[in-house]
């Protein structure tokens, strides 16, 4: 797939528009794919990137597509796609999994649409079953699958040949065993397949070159190794491990992006705030060693605080370490769990959410519940304000006008990415707000969530 893309890429001209190219590139990566399997199974990796590429074809056909649409369009089609692999192969159904595969080329095509957009895509999280499959129980359903009665050795070699010696290698490397992939070009090809004949694989290799990093695998070994590892061999208590975000949502909406993001979600929101026992009781319950807080409003902050402090010094002894960013609105939590990476050090991942927090202008528009004097002056039971970081900078009487104007001003100094979180009966403002960034600021990238929280018809910040 890979080889396919940057052979199209290299050969680009002026003749075609760079959206055309990243297309092809993309159908050329789908074919040479399926060309490399001997026996092409759907449900796998080749049916994500087939996705990816018909996706990429449709909107490459609009003269005014860019690259970046083509990849964020074939990224989506290809997360749909591994989402529905358990649906096309029973293993990964009993298993209770998306395909190994698949989930690396949405890697690839998220990190590729998050260079080009600065949006970090939500990748599928849907619950996972059994993180071991014990093999004896898999259903062979004859296209390679590891299975009791399937082939009992994988082999795999670099190849040194002429390329029009391949179509006659796999075709006999197809007679000796499945799932059988030969990749590669120019002389150098790489071998893959699961056969009985070791011997017999590899002379299928001398035949037409010189075959080399010859590896072989036996099945049964892996199998014993991944038995003595099941999660039912293990006895007594579990140490907490790993890091878990926890996040204070104010709406069902926001509540589904946190927990698609990976986080933990406690319920929050005007009038119905957690309090530091409920926040408690979440860090504890997480089971994780180290534990990140997004309060998301600035009440919550503090109980955050105290909670964090609590659970320190009641779980001194197992070294639990609790980090609460302070984040004070909701676009805000959002944009700190975007850059949260479980694979950096703690220290390294609180630093990164929080200067991203930070970095965010926030606003928001609210309707006023009661007569008041505002910094922006007095407004009456039913005006709309306008908030800029917490603080109410603009009364009107219309909800688009004042959001707008409130966008205005948090673009004034700039920006790349618009997030906008539209409340619960808030009708179409929310892509009124979007059409008008797109025609003011047709630079700036906008995301529109629906996040069902109260009291706010919309929220709102920039990046």
């Known amino acids: 797939m890979l080889g396919a893309i940057a052979r199209r890429l290299a050969s680009a001209s002026g003749e075609h528009r760079n959206a055309e190219v990243m297309a092809e590139a993309l159908q050329r990566a789908t074919e040479a794919s399926y060309a490399a399997v001997g026996e092409p199974v759907e449900g796998t990796m080749l049916t994500v990137v087939r996705a990816a590429s018909d996706a990429a074809g449709e909107l490459a056909k609009d003269p005014k597509a860019r690259t970046r649409d083509v990849l964020a369009g074939a990224a989506a089609a290809a997360r749909e796609a591994l989402g529905r692999t358990p649906e096309q192969l029973a293993v990964l159904a009993e298993a209770g999994v998306v395909d190994a595969g698949g989930r690396g080329i949405c890697v690839i095509l998220d990190a590729a649409e998050t260079v080009l957009t600065g949006r970090r895509p939500v990748p599928v999280t849907q619950p996972l079953g059994r993180h071991v499959i014990p093999v004896p ?150 089971g994780a060693q180290e534990v990140v807080v997004l309060p998301n409003d600035p009440d919550s902050v503090r109980a955050s605080r105290v909670a964090a402090s609590t659970a320190e010094t009641d779980h001194a002894a197992r070294g639990l370490r609790i980090a609460v960013i302070p984040t004070e609105a909701q676009v805000q939590g959002l944009a700190a769990i975007a850059v949260h990476e479980p694979g950096r050090t703690f220290d ?116």
Do not use: K
């Open 137 to 286: 129980h898999l259903p062979h359903d004859g296209a390679g699958d590891l299975s009791v009665d399937g082939p009992s050795y994988e082999v795999m070699y670099l190849l040194d040949t002429r390329d029009g010696d391949i179509p006659a290698l796999r075709a006999r490397l197809g007679e000796l065993g499945d799932s059988v992939v030969v990749v590669g070009g120019d002389g150098l090809w790489n071998v893959h397949v699961h056969v009985d004949d070791v011997g017999a694989a590899i002379e299928a290799g001398l035949e037409v070159g010189r075959p080399h990093r010859i590896r072989v695998t036996h099945f049964a070994e892996q199998v014993a190794r991944a038995g003595s590892e099941t999660p039912g061999a293990q006895r007594g208590p579990v140490a907490p491990s790993g890091r878990r975000v926890i996040a204070v949502a104010a709406g069902p909406g926001l509540a589904a992006l946190f927990a698609e993001a990976g986080a933990t979600v406690v319920e929050g929101g005007p009038g119905r705030r957690p309090s530091a026992g409920e926040l408690l009781g979440a860090i504890t319950a997480c």
């Open 348 to 463: 390294q991942d609180v630093t990164e959410m929080t200067a991203t927090a930070r970095h965010v202008r926030h606003g928001a528009v609210t309707v006023a519940a009661r007569d008041a004097m505002t910094m922006a002056g007095p407004c009456r039971v039913g005006d709309v304000l306008g908030v800029i970081a917490g603080d109410f900078a603009v009364v009107g009487d219309d909800l688009a006008a004042v959001a707008v104007e409130v966008l205005e001003r948090l673009l004034a100094a700039g920006g790349e990415l618009v997030t906008l979180v539209q409340g619960r009966d808030a009708g179409d403002l929310g892509a009124r707000a979007a059409a008008w960034v797109e025609e003011r600021h047709p630079h700036v990238d906008t995301v529109v969530y629906d996040g069902g929280q109260e009291r706010y018809p919309l929220l709102m910040s920039v990046e």
